[in-house]
């Protein structure tokens, strides 16, 4: 994310009404735990990028890729994860057989089309839950969409469908 959309994300949450409650107690497992670890952790597997626009794609296109890889975090819930939690880039969107974000579908193009999605009706998922198999997303996408996708504006649904759709 730009320095610009940070320090609004950080105006928004300071806006908000705060909620008298304990801080919850940690949920990480050993040895994610141990803070010096993370620190190795990051070492071996983030690397701080901002997202660059990919200049042969529509303004749309990467609108969608910036949304999905970043603060929508679609591909960190939809991508295999190596047994150290890191996520397989190579293997990004191609799904998850579980783990905290639950078991989670592939969303890559080909994927998407066996499941009878177009842009539409993909965007049309991402507001009310309903597949075109006529299921009802749930766990952890079910929140997605009533705390996160079915608030957003069109054109930002928009944009991660046709990305996710793109050839
Ligand atoms: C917290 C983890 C998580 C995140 C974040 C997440 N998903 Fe999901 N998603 C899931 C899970 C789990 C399922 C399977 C739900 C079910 O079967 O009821 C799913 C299912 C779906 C499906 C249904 C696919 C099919 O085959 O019918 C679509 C489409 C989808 N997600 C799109 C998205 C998009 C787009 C984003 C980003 C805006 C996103 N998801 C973010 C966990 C997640």
Request: proline share 8%; aromatic share 10%; charged share 20%.
């Amino acid at each position: 994310m730009s320095d610009q959309q940070i320090a609004d994300l950080y105006a928004a949450l300071m806006a908000s009404e705060p909620v008298p409650a304990p801080a919850a107690a940690s949920e990480i497992n050993f040895p994610f735990n141990i803070r010096l670890l993370m620190a190795g952790w990051q070492n071996m597997f983030f690397e701080p990028k901002r997202f660059e626009p990919d200049p042969e794609r529509s303004d749309e296109y990467n609108r969608g890729k910036f949304l999905a890889f970043g603060p929508a975090h679609c591909v960190a819930c939809h991508t295999p994860r190596n047994l150290l939690g890191a996520l397989d880039w190579d293997k990004a969107f191609t799904g998850s057989p579980g783990g905290t974000g639950g078991k989670a579908p592939a969303l890559t193009r080909a994927a998407l089309i066996e499941d009878g999605y177009d842009a539409a009706t993909l965007v049309q998922t991402l507001k009310d839950g309903f597949t075109p198999g006529f299921d009802v997303l749930g766990g952890p996408m079910g929140e997605v969409i009533a705390e996160g996708t079915s608030k957003w504006r069109d054109e930002d649904l928009q944009a991660v469908a046709n990305y996710l759709l793109a050839e």
